[in-house]
Nanobody, 121 residues
Framework: AQIVESGGGLVQPGGSLVLSCAVS????????MGWYRQFPGKKRESIAQ??????IYADSVKGRLTISRDITWHTAYLQMNNLKPEDTAVYYC?????????????????WGQGTQVTVSS
């Protein structure tokens, strides 16, 4: 399986961007899709995650970012509104899949290559 991310770029404060994350090359079930971001010199942090049953957001992005997925479950989106300079980071897509093991399978994850988002005037 592989992930292709797109949608990053330069945007002015208050602007919007949509990131997309497309999964291909696998027929395995997807348990969850999520977005992380990483600031220079910092650890990667989770900002949004979507499963069949729920969506979860970090407090720092609630109300401004929305995660969604298409009906095939192979593409996820991150709608980012009212962007701030402090949102400048590399954004990564993370996908959790299920591989056969035992009675319930085993979860494992893969990462996208990352896309730069820069918020600046």
């Amino acid at each position: 399986a592989q992930i292709v991310e797109s949608g990053g770029g330069l945007v002015q404060p208050g602007g919007s961007l949509v990131l997309s994350c497309a999964v291909s090359g696998t027929s395995r079930s997807l348990y969850a899709m999520g977005w992380y971001r990483q600031f220079p010199g910092k650890k990667r942090e989770s900002i949004a995650q979507i499963t069949n049953h729920t969506t979860i957001y970090a407090d720092s992005v609630k109300g401004r970012l929305t995660i969604s997925r298409d009906i095939t479950w192979h593409t996820a989106y991150l709608q980012m509104n009212n962007l701030k300079p402090e949102d400048t980071a590399v954004y990564y897509c993370n996908v959790v899949l299920v591989r056969p093991k035992g009675d319930f399978g085993e979860l494992y994850d893969i990462w996208g290559q990352g896309t730069q988002v820069t918020v600046s005037s």
